[in-house]
Every structure is written in C-alpha cells, then in structure tokens.
C-alpha cells in the first residue's frame, strides 16, 4: 500500500477569501503536496469530491454558502477524507468540540505556514492508518470466508468418502489431507473435486 510519505499529497482547499487561498497556495509549494484544488463553495467543494480522491480537505470558514460544519459533517461520514477546518478565535471552541466527534482537526486564526503544514501532515498520517487498518480488516475478512468455504468443502467431501467408500472419518480427513499433500492442490480443491465426482 502506498503511503502519503511515498507521493504527493492530494489537497482540496475550499475558502472564499483570496488572501487565504495566496497563504495556503504558499503553505502547499513543496514537494509533499501537489497543486491544490481551490474551490470557494461548499456545493463546488462536494462536486469535485466526486470527481477526484483527495487525501485532505481544507476548509476555512465561513463559506460563502455555508459556514462549513455541515460540509465537513457531509463528506467526513461520505469520504475517507483527513478534514482540517480553519476558524476564527471566536468560534472555535464551539466548532471545535463539534469537530472532535466528527474527526475533523479545528485551527483557529492566527496561525502559522509551520501550524498549519504539520496539521495537514498529522491528518493525513491518521488518514493512512486507517486505511491500512481497512485493508488488513479486509484480508481477515477474506482468509476467514476462505476458511468457511474449505471446511464447508472438506465436510462435504468426508461424508461423500464416508457413504460411498466406506471410510471412517479419520480416514476421510486424512484422505483428502494426503491428497492435497500429494497433488499439491489446496484441500478446498480436493474436496470440491470428491464433491463433483460424488453428485
């Protein structure tokens, strides 16, 4: 799997202010991140997430059809987005302790290229991690179907061996266990192929 340290890190900037949009644009020129997206609505900002993966959202609120809580609500539970929300000191306590339920990081102004940059680094390193969490959920997920489908198989198989070989049980499960050993097929195989030379 590659990691966000491995490439260019993909950004989408929603904010309505120019002067924001020439400091962030700044914050953004370096080898980690690649050009940003820049988009100054919250109905724009949902578009492109539909067009394009991005590793982070940055919104600095307000926007000019929204506040902004309510998008990174909308594409928090959408996207496996990292969201970073800019506000202003006045209202960050209130965002902010929204914001921490949903996973969103919350700055408030003033803040700094340096403050900014590793909240955006910090997100996307949480970003990551879960991802790869996903995909090692998603293997267990698979090794474990695979496992119910080859003893459902063997099981199959052991009675077919049982009723039409006149094996014991022992002696079925050590049958396609050989077998496989032997022939170099999975037990899954085996059995399927009993299964098939039994119906």
């Not at 039409?164 to 050989?178: C, N």
Request: charged share 30%; net charge neutral; proline share 2%.
């Amino acid at each position: 799997m590659t990691r966000s340290t491995d490439r260019q890190l993909n950004i989408l900037v929603v904010s309505s202010s120019g002067k924001f949009n020439e400091f962030i644009t700044k914050v953004l020129m370096n080898k980690r991140y690649a050009v940003p997206d820049i988009t100054e609505s919250a109905s724009k900002a949902r578009r492109r997430m539909n067009e394009r993966d991005y590793d982070c959202v940055i919104v600095n609120t307000p926007l000019i059809d929204e506040y902004g809580v309510d998008f990174c609500m909308d594409i928090g539970a959408a996207y496996n987005v990292g969201i970073l929300m800019l506000t202003t000191a006045e209202t960050y306590t209130g965002v902010a302790d929204k914001n921490a339920d949903l996973g969103v990081m919350t700055l408030a102004r003033p803040f700094t290229n340096r403050s900014v940059d590793q909240a955006i680094r910090l997100i996307c390193a949480i970003r990551d991690k879960y991802r790869q969490a996903e995909e090692k959920v998603k293997t267990l997920e698979e090794k474990m179907e695979e496992i119910r489908l080859t003893n459902r198989a063997v099981n199959k198989a052991k009675w077919i061996l049982i009723e039409r070989e006149g094996m014991s049980e022992d002696e079925a499960h050590r049958h396609i266990e050989k077998t496989a050993m032997d022939s170099g097929f999975t037990r899954r195989e085996v059995a399927e192929g009993i299964i098939g030379r039994g119906s």
